[in-house]
């Protein structure tokens, strides 16, 4: 029973460390393969608007041209602009293949490929991008486009992107076979963007910055991080010197490290898997934990059961064996235990990773339990545990002295109560880690729940709503479009405009407003929409009249912070007010709304604005009719929805979004980490309460003919049962009033990240104290039960 327990307990510590070893690893790989990416670095923008931060990942577009020529310092620099585009492959006597959204698509020239080490599959570095209307592909995607050419043949093959564009291939480079958030597959050459589309205007505008602007610098030896960025800063002031009315508002240019782009929390427009680095700690910590636990109980039970083998060591003593001996003994002992938890955790893995795929990085594959880093892992592993589980057990085993152990006193001294300390120590620890994941989950969970079912300021049931293709530049398609979706049957109301309530992104302008003493400038967070688009969400008008479409350039709504912020203690006050968009758009104040989260609940309500847009046919918002029970009316509405776009927007996708679903996806990491920690907290109560039934099982065989003589003497069952569980009782709440202070501390440190919270509730500490408590009761009363209700007689004749 021991051996068993003692294998579970370790198997389940060892796979959570596997399992969360291999997603760490995995993520701390990527684009290490890159030669000198210690002195790379990626150029991000750090803005401030009225006092608010803003981050950017990319530049301004003419940065990367006057950094090459102005900078010193610089080994290299890279300067790329992604997009996607729909693709068209027309080849002689073929049928057109048309490829809809690729993503992944840049802009570059040869400096790109002078940083980035491609393997050329077909053509030259050094001439694939110098002229415009030139494409290099990656071989993948060469292969998508052209299955049955090889790679040589597809040099001067024509792809045309968005109708228009036609690029002639000139190159063809190899995937990265490693781990890289650098996934772009088309390479168009920078002297073609001149040539597209608003691409020249952003080209040459100091006064815009984008994240598809993306600049890439290399630094020499010699060059210091703080030199090159007071040097860009510098071609900033030079360039696009500070406006008088941008008086307070700041922007800076960064270096951020390139081992920092796939943990990429804060600049946003690079890789496609960035993680945060604080959840990579958190699952570290979690596989420490769990492991830690399996090694308790082994050192736990182990050292209980010192007492059975002490007369088997009192006499390989007599017979000669020396300590050393010993240690080496019980160490290869515990090695082997180790090994076979190790084997079926390496065996179970695959079942793991297969139950947390919602947790595991794309592209972590089963097939990395075999490569060599994970077998040194394993042997590691393996050593470390051994060491920590069985060093102190086989210390204790091997200090027996013989003459003492024949005469059944190894007990006999401080030892037995030095053996107990650290049991219970060891056990009190346990109960501590448990209670914390119960805490931190009920916390997490109360958190979400609360996120989810408050009142955010509008409706967000039975509305979906419709993003008009954004290529499509024909309004009056759009509207035809409109007016057959407004005319199905489930539609109960409907509007057209912008982004939705909340909807995690929204366009921001820098407004001012004068009383007649001071000016008050802010930045005004914008929402567009007609008439229809306070009634389908359900807005409450505080002041004022709703929004016609005749306010296009007359007219706004405010929220009411942005009215608290103009220092308006009625709101009817704001009415008529006059809000400037810079020196010649002006806006009066119509109406006041009430205060709706824009985000999720992790940002604060912002100063907003609603005013009708005539030419954005951007979003269509729909009110649906309830359905009847068991009925599929929106299905079939839908179904004719897609149809209509597809004869109107061929080529583009149609979705449906809804509304609630996009509010419940703010929360997705909290949903994933509060997931994770119920599993986590059920493997540490399940470890937890298999060495509590160890310790039970030691506990009434050392007191079996205390327990009969009790009942000999006229003990209850009850009076026996809380005798054994006493000792457990007072453990737990020694682990209770030590973690609840510390769970406190950590859970106001985890609830910064929200603007609005829910409280930390009294109940959540009573809660996971009280359910540890439980189940360890139940787990010892098996045990506990078991040895009250049994014959005396027979505990009085065992010897």
Not at 275 to 292: D, H, Q, R, S, W
Not at 334 to 359: E, R
Not at 537 to 565: F, H, Q
Not at 567 to 589: C, P, Q, R, Y
């Amino acid at each position: 029973m021991f051996t068993f327990i003692n294998i579970i307990g370790l198997s389940i510590g060892i796979s959570t460390a596997l399992v969360i070893y291999l997603i760490v690893h995995f993520d701390l790989s990527f684009d290490k393969f890159h030669p000198g990416s210690d002195r790379m670095y990626r150029v991000v923008t750090d803005f401030t608007f009225a006092g608010e931060p803003n981050f950017n990942g990319g530049v301004t577009g003419p940065l990367a041209a006057t950094a090459k020529n102005e900078v010193t310092g610089l080994d290299g620099g890279a300067h790329i602009w992604t997009s996607n585009f729909n693709v068209l492959i027309n080849e002689d006597g073929k049928a057109p293949q048309k490829f809809k959204n690729e993503g992944d698509i840049v802009y570059a020239d040869g400096d790109y490929f002078k940083m980035f080490q491609y393997n050329w599959l077909a053509g030259s570095s050094k001439t694939a991008l110098n002229a415009p209307h030139q494409v290099v592909l990656a071989a993948k995607q060469a292969k998508k486009y052209f299955p049955k050419l090889s790679y040589g043949d597809m040099i001067g093959k024509q792809v045309i992107y968005d109708d228009t564009i036609k690029m002639a291939v000139t190159g063809i480079v190899q995937d990265f076979t490693e781990n890289t958030d650098f996934m772009f597959h088309d390479f168009l050459s920078f002297a073609t963007a001149p040539y597209i589309k608003n691409m020249k205007g952003q080209l040459t505008s100091w006064g815009g910055t984008t994240s598809s602007s993306i600049f890439f610098v290399k630094l020499s030896p010699k060059a210091t991080v703080a030199g090159v960025e007071k040097q860009l800063n510098g071609l900033l002031k030079k360039y696009n010197p500070q406006k008088k009315e941008d008086k307070g508002n700041t922007q800076i240019f960064k270096l951020q490290p390139f081992a920092d782009f796939h943990f990429d929390s804060k600049y946003y427009g690079f890789g496609h898997s960035t993680v945060n680095m604080k959840v990579l700690y958190g699952l570290m910590t979690i596989a420490g934990f769990i492991l830690l636990l399996g090694c308790i109980n082994f050192i736990n039970l182990t050292t209980a059961q010192s007492a059975q083998r002490a007369k088997e060591i009192g006499i390989r003593k007599t017979m000669g064996s020396d300590r050393k001996q010993l240690i080496f003994q019980f160490l290869s002992e515990t090695f082997l235990i180790t090994l076979f938890a190790v084997i079926i955790s390496v065996a179970i893995t695959p079942l793991i990773l297969k139950l947390f795929s919602d947790f595991t990085p794309e592209g972590l594959k089963v097939s990395l339990l075999f490569q060599p880093h994970m077998i040194i892992f394993l042997l590691l592993l393996t050593l470390v545990v051994s060491f920590l589980s069985g060093l102190y057990p086989a210390l204790v085993l091997s200090s027996y002295k013989p003459v003492l152990v024949l005469k059944n006193q190894a007990q006999r001294g401080s030892s037995k109560t030095r053996k107990a300390v650290l049991r219970k120590s060891l056990t009190v620890t346990q109960f501590i880690i448990a209670q914390f994941f119960i805490m931190a989950t009920v916390l997490i969970s109360k958190q979400t729940y609360y996120a989810l079912h408050k009142d955010l300021g509008f409706r967000k049931d039975a509305i979906v709503y419709i993003d008009l293709p954004w290529r499509v530049q024909n309004e009056q398609l759009k509207q035809v479009y409109i007016n057959k979706v407004i005319s199905s049957p489930q539609v109960k109301l409907s509007a057209i405009g912008g982004d939705v309530p909340s909807s995690g992104g929204w366009s921001s302008s820098t407004v001012s407003y004068t009383d007649g003493k001071r000016e008050i400038k802010t930045d005004l967070q914008m929402k567009s929409g007609d008439e229809n688009y306070l009634k389908i969400y359900n807005i409450k008008l505080l002041a004022g009249r709703n929004i016609r479409m005749s306010d296009t350039a007359t007219g706004i709504m405010i929220n009411k912070t942005y009215a608290d912020i103009l220092g308006f203690k009625n709101v009817n006050d704001a009415l008529g007010k006059t809000i400037s968009f810079g020196e010649k758009e002006k806006f009066a104040v119509v109406g006041v709304v009430g205060d709706f989260h824009q985000g999720s609940l992790h940002t604060a309500i912002k100063p907003m604005g609603i005013k009708p847009e005539k030419y954005n046919l951007g979003t269509i918002h729909l009110l649906m009719k309830p359905e009847t029970p068991g009925g599929d009316e929106w299905k079939a509405a839908f179904a004719s929805m897609e149809k209509d776009w597809k004869e109107l927007f061929p080529d583009a996708d149609f979705k449906v979004n809804f509304f609630d679903k996009t509010i419940a996806d703010f929360y997705r990491n909290e949903q994933r980490t509060s997931t994770l920690l119920t599993w986590a907290t059920s493997l540490s109560i399940l470890i937890s309460c298999l060495g509590l039934l160890g310790l039970a099982i030691y506990t009434t065989n050392q007191r079996t003919k205390e327990i009969g003589v009790r009942k000999v003497l006229g003990a209850s069952v009850a009076s026996i049962v809380r005798l054994l569980s006493t000792e457990l009782i007072w453990l737990i709440l020694l682990a209770f009033v030590i973690v609840t202070p510390l769970a406190w501390w950590l859970m106001n440190k985890w609830m910064e990240d929200y603007a609005d919270r829910t409280i930390i509730s009294w109940w959540i500490f009573a809660l996971s104290g009280g359910a540890m408590l439980l189940a360890a009761v139940v787990t010892s009363s098996f045990q506990t039960v078991k040895a009250a209700i049994a014959n005396p007689v027979k505990s009085l004749r065992s010897e």
